[in-house]
T-cell receptor, first 114, second 114 residues
Framework: EADIYQTPRYLVIGTGKKITLECSQT?????MYWYQQDPGMELHLIHY???????EKGDLSSESTVSRIRTEHFPLTLESARPSHTSQYLC?????????????FGEGSRLTVL | KNQVEQSPQSLIILEGKNCTLQ??????????LRWYKQDTGRGPVSLTI?????NTKSNGRYTATLDADTKQSSLHITASQLSDSASYIC?????????????FGRGTQLTVWP
């Protein structure tokens, strides 16, 4: 079982609020990723990090930001949530690049913005 | 355009029956193909990963096949159980850049009835 944890699992907030989705892994992986998934749709990469102080935007444009101050921690922040941000957010990590190595996912954070 | 197409979109079978899920892709140059199982409200869990040289890989009651020439893969589930009810996602990665990319299918939603 993967040692990667996301909190909160579910969050319902009002428009304009600032939120942070937490992601932690205890496997010592350098590579971490955030994906967005809507029902019945494919996962889209929104942010990734290849190590401490290294963050990049993914394929899908997102108004969220990320930080990587510690290897094990990769939080995602929305400064001002909107209904369009309602989605499932999945955090993942890998020892090697995602395209070659095993990718471990967290349980997900389901965000609803009213 | 690199794409991953899965069929059927959804499938209902009776407990104990076998089923086969399909994945067609146009990703090039090909690196590997993975199948993930995603329970409702949970993160995806890896079932198999196959490289170009592998055409069959099993994981318990799950057997994946790969035909790199026709760019097709299938996931066969034997003697289905109620716990097999989930979304099964096909993911293909390329090796066309140092970054490498993952291309996700939209998944096949499998429901196993007692």
């Amino acid at each position: 079982e993967a040692d990667i944890y996301q909190t909160p699992r579910y969050l319902v907030i009002g428009t304009g609020k600032k939120i942070t989705l937490e992601c932690s892994q205890t496997m010592g992986h350098d590579k971490m990723y955030w994906y967005q998934q809507d029902p019945g749709m494919e996962l889209h990469l929104i942010h990734y990090s290849y190590g401490v102080n290294s963050t990049e935007k993914g394929d899908l444009s997102s108004e969220s930001t990320v930080s990587r101050i510690r290897t094990e921690h990769f939080p995602l922040t929305l400064e001002s949530a909107r209904p369009s941000h309602t989605s499932q957010y999945l955090c993942a990590s890998s020892e090697a690049r995602a395209s070659t190595g095993e990718l471990f996912f967290g349980e997900g954070s389901r965000l609803t913005v009213l | 355009k690199n794409q991953v197409e899965q069929s059927p979109q959804s499938l209902i079978i009776l407990e104990g029956k076998n089923c086969t899920l399909q994945c067609n892709y146009t990703v090039s140059p090909f690196s590997n193909l993975r199948w993930y199982k995603q329970d409702t409200g949970r993160g995806p869990v890896s079932l198999t990963i196959m490289t170009f040289s592998e055409n069959t890989k099993s994981n318990g009651r799950y057997t994946a096949t790969l035909d790199a020439d026709t760019k097709q893969s299938s996931l066969h589930i034997t003697a289905s159980q109620l716990s097999d009810s989930a979304s099964y996602i096909c993911v293909v990665s390329d090796r066309g850049s140092t970054l490498g990319r993952l291309y996700f299918g939209r998944g096949t939603q499998l429901t196993v009835w007692p």
